[in-house]
Nanobody, 119 residues
């Protein structure tokens, strides 16, 4: 079975940091651009950050620039999203997917991981 497994989501307080990770299961991620997307129930899925297959190029949504860092370890077949200075508006289900386009919910390759930022 080919899918992506996301992990690392949890509840944190505003201002705290958190790192999300995803790993390809039966899927070699090393040759494709990867992205993290997020979705709040009732709202549109949005692309948060993307990284090229080699890791040389990254892109970020304006609202997370300077706070989030996407990285990858092709040897480990993983992609990570380091999040700092978290805000309540970062609360969402986060998804890791191939290609630099937003994919959430049933359109995603994994189940997602929930991040809740609340005091």
């Amino acid at each position: 079975q080919v899918h992506i497994v996301e992990s690392g989501g949890t509840s944190v307080q505003p201002g705290e940091s958190l790192t999300l990770s995803c790993v390809g299961s039966g899927l070699d991620l090393s040759h494709v651009d990867m992205a993290w997307s997020r979705q709040v129930p009732g709202k549109t899925c949005e692309l948060v950050a993307g990284i090229s297959s080699t890791g040389d190029s990254t892109t970020y949504q304006d609202s997370v620039k300077g706070r989030f860092t996407i990285s990858r370890d092709n040897a480990e077949n993983t992609v990570s999203l380091q999040m700092s200075s978290l805000k309540s508006e970062d609360t969402a289900m986060y998804y890791c997917n191939p290609r630099l386009s937003p994919r959430c919910g049933s359109a995603g390759w994994g189940q997602g991981t929930q991040v809740t930022v609340s005091s």
